[in-house]
């Protein structure tokens, strides 16, 4: 019976070693998601033994062409009207 009760023994050991993995995994889920709660939806990095992940990696916004020529008149619009301003010496607040 010394075979049985050492792979009883060697059965028992690895239980163990799954239980305390499985701790260890529910705790990072627990982290994890307390941490999604609080950082919200985004671009996240986690550390992980000295390694660097990238978590929820969001999709880029895309303009238009239009839309960037839209911006762009308007804001060389407001440039211009700042400049016009400044010229005659008038100043907003």
Known sequence: MPILDNLVRTLRRAEKRLGRQL?????????????????GEGRRKRKNKGQTERL????????????????????KARWARQ???????????
């Not at 701790?23 to 950082?39: C, K, M, P, Q």
């Not at 929820?56 to 804001?75: F, G, V």
Request: charged share 30%.
């Open 23 to 39: 701790s260890g995994i529910r705790t990072a889920i627990a982290s994890l998601e307390l941490s999604d709660a609080e950082v």
């Open 56 to 75: 929820a990696k969001p999709s880029r916004r895309r303009m238009s062409a239009t839309a960037r020529k839209a911006i762009s008149e308007a804001q």
């Open 83 to 93: 400049k016009a301003s400044s010229k005659k010496g008038i100043t907003k607040n």
